[in-house]
């Protein structure tokens, strides 16, 4: 689990709700791309996104991933 967290203006709940819908941007200069890759990412290794934002608070988004074991790691290392 990977948690980044900021103290800023926040992010009211009509516009959390779009986070990561492609082409949705606040930027006057931006492609709406980068969240949405950003998810894509994660869910192809079985992960979730998870964002809590209080306005005037900041936000927190917690980005989770699977713990997997390699059977190389299972396996006592040869001498």
């Known amino acids: 689990m990977i948690r980044f967290s ?3 203006c926040g992010i ?6 779009k986070l990561g819908v492609p082409f949705y941007t606040t930027k ?3 492609t709406g791309l980068g969240l949405m890759v950003s998810y894509n990412i994660v869910e192809n290794h079985k992960g979730n996104i998870h964002v809590i934002s209080k306005v005037g608070k900041g936000t927190t988004f917690t980005i989770s ?3 997997s074991v390699s059977s190389k790691c299972l396996q006592p290392a040869l001498q």
């Open 12 to 17: 009211p709940v009509d516009k959390l709700k």
């Open 65 to 67: 991933l699977p713990l």
């Open 6 to 8: 900021d103290e800023g």
């Open 28 to 30: 006057e200069n931006g």
